[in-house]
C-alpha cells in the first residue's frame, strides 16, 4: 500500500479535475476519461522522474483498469437486446465485421502493428474508450499504442457531432433512422448522446438504447481476442518458460461477464447497477490518467500519420455500412 498510495493519489486527483471540467463543458464532446489522460500526458515530464509515484502509477494503470472493467460488467444488460430488437444486432453484424476485417485488411495493408490495430477497429466498432480500455490488458497493449488508439477516435467523434445533425436533415432522415445510425457508428457513448439529441429528443432516446446494446459486443469481442492471445502464448516456448500458463488468461474477464450475468437475471438492482457503473467510470478515469502518465508524446509522434488516416477512413465506414444497411431494412 505504501508503494502504490503515491502514484494512485496521483492518478484520483487527476480523474477528480478530468470529471469536474467534463461538467463544466457546455456540449459533452469531450469525455473526463479522455481528458484525464490527455491531462496525465501533459504532466509526464514532470512526474517521470519521480520515483515514489512510478509504483503506483502502474498499479493503476494495469489492475485498477481492469477492476473498473469488471465493475463496468454491472452496467451490461442482456434482455436490452430483446428491447430494441433484430434491428440493431444486423446492423451491428455488418458494422463490426467492417470495423475488425475491414480494419486487419486496411491496417494490414497499411503497415499499422495489429494491437493498435485492433484496438482502434474496437474503439471504432464498439464503444471508444471503454472498448480500447476492454481490450487493452487482453492483447498485452502498449501504453503509447492505448493513448493513440483513444486520441483517434475520440477525435473523429469530435467533428461527427458537428456533421451528423447536419446530415441527417439534409437527408431528411426521420427521428428513428437518425438514431439507428448514431447509436451504431458514432464511437464513444457521450458523443452519441451529444449527436442524437441535438437532432431529436425521440433520436436521442433510440440512440441511446441502440448504443447500450452495441456496448455488449465488448463480451464476445474480449472473449475471441483472449483466446486468441492465450493461445499464441501458450505456444511461445519464451513465454511458456517465464509464465505459468494459468497466469496468461485474463481471468478479470470472467469476473466482468458473471457481473453482465447477474445484472441480467435481476439479481443486481437498478441503483445498486447506477452506484457499480459510477465507480466503474471513475475508477476507469483515474487508469487512464495513469496511461497517460505512462505516455511519452514523443513515443506517439513517432507512430506517425498512418494509424490516425487509418482510424478515419475505418470509421468512415463504418458510417457509410451503418447508414446503407439501415435505409435497406427501412426499404424492405
Known sequence: MKKVLPGFAL???????????????????????VLAMFIGMLMRPYTVEIESVQPGIAFTGKKILKFAIVLLGASLNLTIVLEVGGQTIVILIFTLLTAFLGGALLGKWMGINSKLTIMIAAGTGICGGSAIAALSPVIDAEDKDISYAISATILF??????????????????????????????NDTSSVVATSFAFSEAAGEIATMVKLTRTLAIIPTVLIFSYIYFKKNRKNKQVREKVQLNTLFPWFIIFFIGMAALNSFGLITASQADILKGISRFLMVAAL???????DIRAIRKTGIKPFIFANVLSLLVVVVSIAVILLQESL
Not at 492518478?11 to 461538467?23: K, R, Y
Not at 456533421?163 to 457508428?185: C, E, H, N, Q
Not at 490518467?289 to 505516455?295: D, E, H, M, P, S
Open 11 to 33: 492518478a484520483i486527483a487527476i480523474a477528480i479535475v478530468a470529471t469536474w471540467l467534463e461538467s463544466i463543458l457546455p456540449i459533452h464532446v469531450i469525455g473526463s476519461s
Open 157 to 186: 467523434d469530435m467533428v461527427m457531432i458537428i456533421l451528423y445533425p447536419i446530415m441527417g436533415r439534409a437527408l431528411a432522415l426521420s427521428d428513428k433512422v437518425f438514431g439507428y445510425w448514431s447509436g451504431t457508428s458514432v
Open 289 to 295: 490518467a495513469a496511461i497517460g502518465l505512462k505516455t
